[in-house]
């Protein structure tokens, strides 16, 4: 069973930049679909941003329109790790972020079509 551990969650000032990391041990990686999601006390979580199979011609991307034009999710193959760039980050965007695998080959918007779940890193943009 793969096993995910984020990191890179930190407090910045609003307009600030953070990086996440999902780095995945076990299982195959190259298989999965990746996503990120976030989610407040007491909410359910959010879907924030997705990146699907590489391919040779194509990568199928997917971002929650709060966060498109501004995230970008990535992925490498060769380090079973994704990667969530945070620039110009504003104070709802406060959350723990969580990394997640789900079946592939698509982006994959919703909870239900993941199976595995990192325990989250806390991001917080203050004014």
């Known amino acids: 069973q793969p096993q995910l551990v984020e990191s890179g969650g930190g407090a910045v000032q609003a307009g600030g930049s953070l990086k996440l990391s999902c780095r995945v041990q076990g299982g195959t990686f190259y298989t999965y679909t990746m996503g990120w999601f976030r989610r407040t006390p007491g909410k359910s979580r959010e879907f924030v941003a997705s990146?699907?199979?590489?391919?040779?011609?194509?990568?199928?991307?997917s971002y929650a329109d709060s966060v498109k034009g501004r995230f970008t999710v990535s992925r490498d193959d060769n380090k079973n790790t994704s990667e969530l760039t945070m620039p110009s980050l504003k104070p709802e965007d406060s959350d723990s972020y969580y990394c997640t695998e789900g079946a592939g080959p698509a982006a994959r918007t919703t909870e239900q079509e993941y199976s595995y779940w990192g325990q989250g890193t806390q991001v917080t943009a203050s004014t």
């Open positions: 990146i699907g199979l590489s391919t040779r011609t194509n990568r199928c991307l």
